[in-house]
């Protein structure tokens, strides 16, 4: 009878964990210029809150990214920043299905990034008991825009003319 309860009970915990679970909550971050990187790519300073005193580089990737595609960054030292490469945001809800894939299920942004060693952060924030992770990350611009158009997910610069 005991075993019988134990194994509900595990079995109505995994069932629910999702629910408790902060996986599904989005990422939230900071993307700034941080000077100019090779050509056909973006070299930016993302920031990353987390609750976590350690960061995956995924996590600062995907904010990378992400920011590249649909919030464009500020510029750095007197320069102009980059507007947002997919154009605005919606272009992200009108191809949901795409960048659900691409972000989550094939991961597919981790090729467009790469973390600059010994470029990390972390300060405590006193104020909300979480931290504050930094890092510089480059990402492949050209190979992104090219990789989207070919999905038909944004117009291609020649397009429109």
Known sequence: MKLKLLLTFLLTVCCFQPIWAD???PIEYDITSAGSGVQG????????NSKKKDLVDADLKYA????VLFRGFSGSNGK??????AGSATVESQHADYF????????????????VVGSYERMKMASKKCYKIGAVVQVQKDQLRKDLEKAGVIRGLTNGF
């Open 100 to 115: 659900n894939a691409f972000f989550n299920k094939e991961k597919a942004y981790l090729r467009y990034a790469d973390v």
């Open 64 to 67: 990378a990214v992400h920011g």
């Open 80 to 85: 102009p920043g980059q507007r947002p490469l």
């Open 23 to 25: 996986d599904d909550k």
């Open 41 to 48: 790519t973006y070299l930016v300073k993302v920031y990353v």
